[in-house]
Structure formats: structure tokens, C-alpha cells
């Protein structure tokens, strides 16, 4: 069934729309969130609310980009859990590594405003970064940092060697800290 | 924390870049020849010290052959019981510096079957031919795996049960269950995965079905996964081993000949107390590390420097007594120990210890 439909089904309020979405997405979604969580139990939870979550989003909204949507939602939920869980154990998932990679894009604090565009501009200035990157680099990017996907898992997919994956991450992560310092950002 | 406001704000960037990747993940899928890079040897054995492989991956790849010894092969058993050809296609189709894969592949269903998966902490891949034979489940002469040498898997091997696949490559794979192998009934590293083919269904199977008509396959233990930043006690401890765990030390050079087995207690001891009490260093200082080893060369002997560091590594593997495996490599040049996303330092005193125990030849 394409997203159109399954758009649709949820604009009805028809209860196949979940099972529709479920069909599609199910898997894309429950991978981002065991990544994140490390956990499968956790990772279910996460799923069931992320089509709550839709539910209760679609009407209104009409998204132009249902994976991206629906990702979106899992990726924020799982993270929200994760949160939530952290009691100063150590993390399951692939976050912490994750985390740990990513301090090194960032330069100390300087400035400090509001969360909500400090978020935006931030993104702006990745939506720049990885417009200027090529096409495989970016694809690895995004599934490390916003699919959470092990750098193994990335290896294997894209036939290369785990040393490979390493090395294309180390030099964007150096690339992406000086790109976000150009654009004036000090996280 | 920092990054994860970055983390978070990666999480919004443009759609197209995440229909870009989906796109990119589904075309790569549906590419034979990189599907046969999925459970290549060299891949499984370096699954617990892929941090360590940025320098180390390029000489393996770069050797035909190393991994294949009298043509037979260490590989991940990719031939399918219920394939019509006989030969075995493991060396093609796992080398990455072999043969092209469509030139001796008949069909893609071989290839297919090299998807590990993830259950807990552990990660577990196709078994090996190699390991049919450690396992007894191969004649010890036999020459690959063939459809007369598969061993049947039958609802008297399962063992307790263990849980189910949480994650892998392979999507039907997720959520199939897990059981002991009831030959070794303690061991984690050797397991039976219902596959949930159509077999169980009383249908018959499709020609192009990656799994056997049984509907259970072997898989053996590659290591844990997502372990992060460690101190190697923690490793070890992951890792359940101890000296008084530890069936043997493996040591390799690094084309992967064998260099040296230890099994004398003594000698292990004094292994593990060489690898305990380190802090990881992470991956950017040891990538340091070794640029600086390889500072003092100019252009045209950095290429034979880094050779010269490669060579000298030595890969170990510390098996437990339930046949669970770890693995480091060892730099000596650079005295660092790396195993999953760690790296540790030796002292100057350790290194001299340890050079005599791996038997390296400085």
C-alpha cells in the first residue's frame, strides 16, 4: 500500500491505517529504536506508541514524507525513553557511542539561547554540511547519527571494511565541527 | 550533554536526506557483490576488533588467499542444502579480493544466507565450515559443505530455550527463536535458530529459500555488540573470562597464521594480568597514536612503514571454556591493545612481557 493511502485510512479514522502502517514500517521503525535502546522489549513499547503517537497526528497533519515521519517519531520516543531509563547505568544501544562520537563536532560554549532555535538553526546549518558532502558519505552519516545503526551494520551494508566506515565518520565529524564553528555555533 | 542536543537536532534534519539513505540502503541490498562482503571470514573474525581495523582491514582484504588455505576455505558455509550444485562456493563468494561473485555464484540464493543477527548483547553469525568441523558436524576430511554433508538439524538437537533474534540484516530473521545446541547444552556459542521457514508449515520450500528444509540452522557466537567505551576489566567481564574460564589463548600474526596456542594456566594468568586494569584511550587518540608512530616517514616510506606496523600486530583470541571467543590485536610498535570500540595502552614493561608471550619478533 503506498503512504498515500495509508494517509488516507488515517484521515477516516479507519483502525486498518495502523495495521497498514505496521506492515510497512514496523521493522524500519523497531531497528531505530533498539539501536537506540539496545533493548527489544523497550524497542516494542516505543513501536506501540509511536502509532499512537501518529494516531493522534494524522489528521490533522499530512506528511509529504511518511518514513521520514514515522522515524522521526520513533527516533524522538525511543530517545525520550531512553532518558526516562538512564539512571547512571551504562547504555544497551548504540546511543552512547553515538553521543561520544558527536562531542567531538563540538566546540566549548559560548553562547546560550533558546533551546527551541538554537535547535533550528543547528539543524540548518546540518541540512548545509550535508548538502556539500557526497552522496555516500551522507547516506553513512545519516545512518549512523539519525538511524543509530552500528558502525558494523553500516560496514556490511554498504560492503565496506569497518575501518572504512570509521574513517569517513572521523573526517565528517572534523568536517561538521568546523562547519558548525563557521556558522557561529558553540554548542 | 552536548551532543545529544546535536544528536537531537540531527534528528530533524531535511526528509530528503533520510529517503537518500533509505534509497541508498535499499539499492545496496539489492546488490549481489556486496551482499557477499556480509559474513565474509574476515569479517566474522574481526567483528570484536573492528575499531582496531582502519589500518589493519587493508593488508587482509589486500592478500588473496589468507583466508582460504588449500583452496578449501575457512569461510561462512554459503552452500544451501537444498542447492543443486555440489561445489563449494565459499571461496568466491566470500574473498572480497577473489573472484567476482557472478562468476562462479550459480545463483544468488548462496550469498543470502550470510546474515548474522543480534540477540541481547550478542552477536551470532552463519556458522562456518571450519567451526562444522570443530563442532563434529562435518566429516574432519570432508572438503566443504555439500548437500550430502549438511548435518539435519532435528527437534532432538534443540537444547533449552534461549530467547529470540532481536535484530539482523535479515528481517524474517527478527523474532525466530533461539535454542541451545543439546551437543553442548552450556555453550553460548554454538545455537540452533528456528529460521520459521515454510517447512513448519507442512509447504514445500522455495526454490529460492536461503535456509535449509529443516527449519533450523547453526549459528556460533562473533562477539558482543554495542559495547561502547570500556575499561578492559569490563570487557572481560562482559566476556565471562578469567583465567580460571579460559580454555586457550589463540595467537595469529596478522596474514592470520598461527603463531602461538597457550593452554598453560601460568602463562595465561600473566596474559590476562597484562590486559586487565586499562582505561580506554578511544578511538581518535589511538588513531594519533599511530600517526605519530608514522610521522617521522616521508611520503614514499609512510606506505612501508604502515606495512611494517601492520605486519607486527599479532590478533589474540582468548576462548572460555563454553567456547565464547574475545579478541584483541595487538600493536606492539605502538604498545596499544584494541578489541570492539576500546583501545588501551601497555606500559613499556607490559609490552616487553607481552612481545615475549605472543612470541613477536621486533
New interface residues.
Partial sequence: MDDKEIIDRFWTRSESAITAISDKYS??C??IA?NIL?N?EDAEEVLNDTYFRIWNAIPPGRP??L???I??IA??LS?DKLEKKKTGK?????????????????AD?RNSFD?RA???V??AA??TF?SEQN??N??IF??R???AA????I??????????V??IL?RMRIKLRKHLESEGIY? | MKSKRLFTAIGNIDDKFITEEAEGIAAVKDNKVMRSFRFAPWLKLAMPVAACLVIAVGIFVGQSGLFTPNGVGDGTDFTPPNSNSGSNLNDSAVNPSGPSVESTAPNDIVLQIAYGFVMGDNQYSPISFDERKKYGLVEQDALGSTPDNIYVITERDLGEKMGVVENSADESLIGATVYHYSAFPDSDAIIIVNVKTLAQTGEPMPQTSVYSESGYEFYTFAGKSSLGSLSSDEILEDYGIAVKTVSQIEVLASDHSPVVTIRDNVKISEILGIIRGKEDIGLVAHEELMQNWLKPYDDEGVDRAQLFLEVGQRWITITSKTGIELSFIYNPFVRSLCTHDSFYILTEDDAIAMNTLLMVNQ
Fill in positions: 521493522k524500519y523497531r531497528v533498539i539496545g527489544a509529504n514524507n518514513r521520514a515521519f522515524g522521526r527516533r524522538n530517545l551504562r547504555g544497551g544501544g548504540q546511543f552512547d557511542a553515538i553521543l561520544s562520537e558527536l562531542e567531538e563536532c563540538i560554549s533551546e538554537e535547535s533550528e543547528i539543524t546540518l541540512n550535508l552522496a555516500e551522507r547516506r545519516v545512518r547519527y539519525w538511524r552500528s558502525i558494523e551494520e560496514a556490511v551494508d554498504f560492503g565496506m571494511s569497518v575501518g572504512k570509521k574513517t572521523f554548542l
